[in-house]
């Protein structure tokens, strides 16, 4: 049921908000520049690496020697609009179409912070990566990464097909409190460095 539910909701949606992500897509051209979509690899369900897809929210601004200036100077304030409605998020539902992802489900963070996971910690990648999960509706980036994962690890234990309209639902609400968009002092979150961080 929770594969077939995302196959029509994402399919119905990319119908219906193709307008929108066109008009994104240049707006985004025009303010920030090419490549308009982000790409990157991150793990998917059981860690398998995949191309996750987002509105391109930086600039590629960099220092003296070639190296990407830290977030919070690349982050525009169109880019923070944009994180902050999470409009930049919508492409990840061709990621949904194609089963790469759910709706709902862990977030999918780095590649290089998987072997940095405690054997509980992993179990995150027992399903599908969400666009929206637990910890999202519960946090989001505002909360520690123990607290995240915690919260991770319970959906996985505790997922349905009601929690995940519950959880669609809240997310609608946290959207438009454009609530937890970072942590204290940080552009998004700080990095995970493995152990008991918070």
Not at 57 to 71: E, H, I, K
Not at 85 to 112: K, Q
């Given at each position: ?49 995949f191309t996750m897809l ?63 996971y405690s054997s509980e ?78």
């Amino acid at each position: 049921m929770k594969r077939a539910f995302d196959i029509a909701i994402s399919a119905t949606a990319l119908i219906v908000l193709l307008p929108v992500l066109a008009i994104l897509a240049l707006v985004v051209r025009w303010r920030l520049g090419n490549p308009v979509l982000f790409r990157q690899v991150r793990p998917g369900l059981h860690a398998k690496p995949f191309t996750m897809l987002k509105f391109r929210s930086m600039r590629d601004a960099r220092d003296a020697s070639g190296a990407p200036l830290p977030d919070h100077l690349r982050l525009t304030p169109f880019g923070r609009f944009l994180r902050s409605t999470s409009l930049d998020e919508l492409p990840e539902l061709w990621n949904v179409l194609v089963g790469e992802m759910s709706l709902v489900g862990p977030r999918p963070l780095l590649m290089e912070y998987v072997p940095l996971y405690s054997s509980e910690q992993a179990r995150r990648h027992e399903v599908r990566p969400g666009v929206t999960g637990w910890a999202q509706v519960n946090g989001r980036n505002a909360i520690s990464w123990q607290e995240k994962f915690a919260l991770d690890v319970w959906y996985v234990d505790n997922r349905s097909f009601w929690l995940d309209l519950k959880i669609i639902a809240m997310t609608l609400g946290r959207v438009l409190k454009r609530s937890g968009i970072s942590a204290d002092g940080e552009a998004t979150m700080p990095k995970f460095t493995g152990g008991q961080q918070e």
